[in-house]
């Protein structure tokens, strides 16, 4: 090792060459190291992706997405380690090289700094189609909220890239924001009972990627899709009447009556329904005892609200309501058509008799 030329704090091995070779027909080149100790061998292989323990994830036309074995991760540029990042999930190889690359290499500088090789690494991660780089990608998106997440994962189209990879790798996959799944436990539990996994995203992401589709075609599935599948994929199990129990009937039986307390049967309702299962609400994803369904135009009742004449009154008139107003749950049409079909209640309950006492 010997100052390099101009360069009197920087070391670099200098070779000889002898020309005057005794085996003529040898061939290839016979390397002897002097003062060059074990330890200085071990360093100078560390230089090399050849000997530095590093796997290959994936092959782009960019490079390759390596293992990180231990810390820091490492840039290579052609197989030789030009850069150490102690805040990237994976090393990388540059195969095609920039012309900012070039620059910095033309400087013969002992370290290239990131601002000339993270176009190139944002390209390799972009061209990547393997799951396993998507999915440890995702897993560590996980931790952004921790804010511990590592550098790779603060490109929003390197995020995106990632979810896109995983929604079409992998069948069963709902992307939410963490608030989302704060706020909508009934619906993870859902999820999950039916085989997903559920992968929290920033919200800026969630943006990003909503509406789009993977490079298989596929929708990103989120909130509103996991919902609007289940709605489609949803069987009723309908029950006739003879089907019912002699005290269910009784119950049933009332569905005129009850409609006469609040001015008949509406026109818009063709029909009352009885059915075994009922879907659950919305995006809530909360058990509920009945619904109306305006394609059919009928309303639909959960089994068990026969059990008792109270449970089945009050989830006829609820429905009822939506029903007349076509209106959802707390808002103000709905309210008032409860209402008025309460005064109307009030009414026929409260009007005097005719009769003497």
Known sequence: MRPKHGFGSIETLHAIIDSDVAEKNFVGTDVILEGVTIDDIEKAKNLFLRFSGEEVLDNTKYGAVLTKKGKPARIFINGVKVAEEDKFLFSYNITALTTAIKKALNRERSNVGRIAYSDRVKSILLESSKENVAK?????????????????????????????????QKKNV?????????????????????????????????????????????????LGGF???????????????????????????????????????????????????????GTSFINRLGLWDP?????????TTLNSTSQFSETLFHETAHATSKALDVSRSFELELSRMLGILAEKLLKPSNGKD
Do not use: C
């Not at 550098?151 to 995983?166: R, S, Y």
């Not at 119950?251 to 659950?280: D, H, Q, Y």
């Open 136 to 168: 440890a990608l995702i897993d560590d998106l996980q931790r952004f909220s921790l804010g511990t997440n590592h550098d790779e994962l603060k490109w929003i189209d390197v995020q995106e890239h990632a979810v896109k990879i995983l929604n079409a």
């Open 174 to 222: 709902i992307f939410l924001t963490a608030e989302e799944a704060i706020e909508h436990p009934q619906m993870i539990d859902e999820a999950k009972s039916g085989g997903y996994d559920i992968v929290t995203i920033p919200a800026s992401l969630k943006e990003k990627v909503q509406g789009t589709v993977d490079q298989n075609g596929n929708p990103i599935r989120d």
């Open 227 to 281: 919902v609007r599948e289940y709605d489609e994929s949803f069987q009723f199990k309908f029950i006739n009447e003879d089907q019912l129990t002699p005290p269910e009937r009784q119950v049933f039986a009332l569905v005129n009556p009850t409609f006469e307390l609040v001015g008949g049967r509406p026109l818009i309702v063709k029909e009352v329904k009885v059915s075994e299962n009922m879907k659950k609400e």
């Open 295 to 303: 394609s059919s135009r009928s309303i639909i009742l959960k089994r």
